[in-house]
């Protein structure tokens, strides 16, 4: 019997276009309380520091800040205990609520997010905005979705739209913040989740844009295209990130148990621990403080030497993973391309002191290091290209940053590292992988797509052992549906659509790429 084949309907049809503005509303409202936000932690970030420079001057202002830190700690130890969502990056809490893993109370998230992320990130801790920037947007998108009686698909689209325009107004990269929530986010390409999407981040950056201007986040002021004679420098470079990167990995994922075994006061006062620790650095070294986004900028002028970058990697790797591990609301994003700017850096300088590499080739590496870093930490190679693409202003180096980020994501690929917001959400989820009976409502639904190689491809409906908590309803090939039975084969490139309850969404997509991956793994 052949499968009935449903054909596109060729009447007018506004549901993307609806969508578009619904996202570009979204991106406008994200793009305003993110920009609200970046401009609240710039400000308060130059009195801390100028804070510094009058305790290094004269230490009895120590008596005004050591409140002011204790203040800051237990403010974020009652908003982080109101709502525990709030608690670090917020990227893994979004992914999970998309997945159906978990659910968050918007309002209640997104002011305590704002107000928590401002007070742990000004200070000059080691923290991003970006995270916090994509919860917030996240948030509005959710806001937004239920002020408008919009539930289901629906209700997720314009999360997505939101959690792109939170990143596309934090970085200025409306291109890189789409691709991001698709690959790394929602993992779906499907043509309404990247309309509404990047309709959103385009809203969003136009915000953004008018009030910061239009220069690049790190723009980098000379920019070279990198000869063919130096490639196989990247190989080495590539080689490098990958093993500091699975570095990068293990400390963020286990600077928990170092709280744990030496902690002698409650968890939820971590927060006091980088908030001490953060003061010498001000004295001492205040141009380090922050995210980075400063000292990024700093190597296309001048790139310090060997034994300071050194010393800037170590105090920027302990510190970060320190920072980010106290549970404070703020992000890893910033930090890890800081820290791949620092080992370009080092790679560079260490090339041109063998006589390998001309001086003013050394910004180059900074920026191919800040890819390939990002691409092996967060396992989204695609992101990472077209992200510091974007935020440098150049599309001299993509060939460059293809080859540093595949070669450094492979090398994390293959010592068995995860994506690290992927870890950190194995963390959250309170639903166990188990077999469960038959979901009695089927309110939501999952799309999947057929990987080339995977165990699902040129398997028939029948041979395949589906969850019993979901149903095979439709499987999309190119511009038709097919409605599916028994006899019905998929292939490659074939998008299947499943209903399920809400609750059982994430554990459905977990179950479908166990399959896609199966071959993979036997191969």
Known sequence: MEELLVEKN???????????GKGVAVGVLAGIIVAAFRKAIEELA?????????????????LVWLPIITLICLLEARLIHDEPN???SGIPQVEGQLSGFLEQKWWSVLWRKWFGGVLAIAPGLFLG??????????????GFAEKTNHHGVGRRLLIAGGSAAGLSAAFNAPIAGTLFVIEEVYHNFSPLVWMTALSAALAANAVSMSIFGL????????QYALPIRYYPYLLLLGLLLGA?????QYLTLNVGKVYAKYRFWPAILDSIVPLLLVLPIGLYWPQTLGGGNGLIISFGQQVPGLGILLGMFVLRLLFSTLSYGSGLPGGIFLPILTLGAIIGALYGQLLVVLGLLPTYL????????????FACISKAPFTAILLITEMVGSLSHLMPLAVVAIIAYLLVDVCGGRPIYEAMLARLKSVKHAEVEMAERYEDRLEVPVFSGS??????????????????VEIRRGENLLIPHGDTLIRSGDTLIFLTSHDKRGLLNDKIQQYNRENFAQG
Not at 137 to 142: N, R
């Open 362 to 373: 050394v910004a180059n590496f900074v920026v191919y290091a800040m890819a390939g870093y």
């Open 215 to 222: 220069t690049p986040v790190l723009h980098m002021q000379h």
């Open 129 to 142: 905005r970006e995270g916090p920037s994509i919860q917030l947007g996240a948030m509005v998108g959710q």
């Open 455 to 472: 165990y699902l491809q040129d398997k028939q409906v029948r041979e395949i052992s589906w969850p019993k908590y979901c149903l095979l």
């Open 46 to 62: 130059q009195i801390a520091v100028y804070f510094y420079s009058l305790i290094k001057t004269n230490p009895w202002w120590l």
């Open 86 to 88: 709030i608690k670090g």
């Open 244 to 248: 500091l990167g699975y570095l990068y």
């Open 10 to 20: 060729r009447n007018f049809d506004f549901s993307r276009l609806h969508f578009i």
